[in-house]
């Protein structure tokens, strides 16, 4: 799927990941885009087993992804590896880096 490097394709690849997952536990990220873009965040929160994507920030994350939007749109679409882009520093994570793993591990694998 070809995800472009704006915020409603992004969100959409975003929304349709998180449905496919099976999250552990409970945890919520919000993923801030850079780039000449909309600068609305991306909220993905798993609870009970139940998966929420919503286009608003969230305040009490588990951890945070900033990430530069063309960089995110490539790993959306499976051009680039996320991790890649983490090592760029076109993607940087904050907060629990454990839960940022078993995030990436799942969402992105």
Do not use: C, H
């Amino acid at each position: 799927m070809k995800v472009e490097a704006e915020f409603g394709s992004i969100f959409k690849a975003v929304n349709a990941r998180a449905s496919k997952i099976d999250f552990w536990g409970d945890m919520a990220t919000q993923i801030t885009l850079k780039g000449n873009l909309d600068n609305l965040p991306i909220y993905v929160k798993s609870e009970e087993g139940r998966v929420e994507v919503a286009p608003y920030e969230y305040y009490d994350a588990t951890f945070y992804i900033d990430a530069d939007a063309d960089v995110f749109a490539a790993v959306l679409s499976g051009t680039k590896d996320f991790y890649e882009g983490l090592a760029e520093g076109n993607i940087t994570v904050n907060g629990n880096t454990d839960a940022a793993l078993l995030f990436a591990k799942a969402f992105f694998g």
